[in-house]
């Protein structure tokens, strides 16, 4: 089987859980709280700049140049695409933010896949990151009620086509470099794809909790 369908089996469970969150209902209903918005796209501006900077990472260790320029092009439109939606949403500087724990979990968990495993298993730690949220996108677009929701822009990102592009571009760059692992390496990209994905699911819920430091 191919492996991102392969892969996307064993987090089905995880994605039910996620688009059962509050906080994914409250957003496609519009309803949910600023302050608990703004706390995750403050919190999501310092994971796309360290994201950015892991996917730069990956390209410079790839050898195809196609899959090279992809992946410089996949940093760039994190930089640009996502710095756009946060100055909607967020109007002050970043610089004085403080990583949540959920956030540095997450944020260091992609840097040290990077640094310390091989790449197809760095580069199926980021693959959550695009594909769930298109799922996401494209859930929220499909279940929601029309008119006026606030956070429509950050919809719309997410279930557009050119996110699509994108999610179907690294999808297929990490089936072709897995068709070249063995089974075991092909187990720990999977592995490395379900814990990637719990933390997506604890990053939505940490927003909804507003989670702070407990000392
Ligand atoms: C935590 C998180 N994961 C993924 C995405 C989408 N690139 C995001 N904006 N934030």
């Known amino acids: ?41 403050q919190q999501d501006a310092l994971y796309l700049a360290e994201f950015g900077k892991v996917l730069s990472g990956i390209a410079g260790k790839l050898s195809s140049f196609e899959h090279i320029q992809a992946f410089l092009g996949f940093s760039k439109d994190t930089i640009i695409v996502e710095k756009a939606l946060h100055e909607t949403f967020l109007n002050e500087s970043t610089l004085e933010l403080k990583p949540s724990p959920t956030c540095l979990l997450y944020t260091n968990f992609m840097h040290a ?7 197809p298993v760095a580069m199926a730690s980021v693959l959550p990151c695009f594909w769930i949220y298109k799922e996401v996108g494209d859930y929220i677009t499909e279940h929601q009620i029309p008119g006026d929701n606030p956070y429509q822009d950050w919809i719309d990102t997410y279930s557009g086509e050119e996110f699509a592009e994108a999610v179907k571009k690294a999808i297929a760059i990490c089936d072709e470099i897995a068709e070249t692992c063995t089974e075991t390496q092909r187990a720990t990209m999977t592995e490395a794809f379900v814990m990637a994905s719990r933390m ?3 990053f939505w819920d940490s927003a909804y909790r507003q989670e702070k430091w407990p000392v």
Do not use: D, N, R
Not at 19 to 30: D, M, N, R, Y
Not at 113 to 119: G, H, I, M, S, V
């Open 1 to 41: 089987m191919i492996w991102s369908k392969e892969t996307w089996q064993q987090i089905e469970p995880v994605y039910q859980e996620i688009i059962a969150l509050p906080f994914i209902h409250e957003l496609k209903e519009g309803i949910l709280p600023k302050e608990k918005f703004l706390f995750y796209i």
């Open 113 to 119: 896949q990077l640094a310390t495993q091989a790449l």
């Open 200 to 202: 997506e699911w604890m």
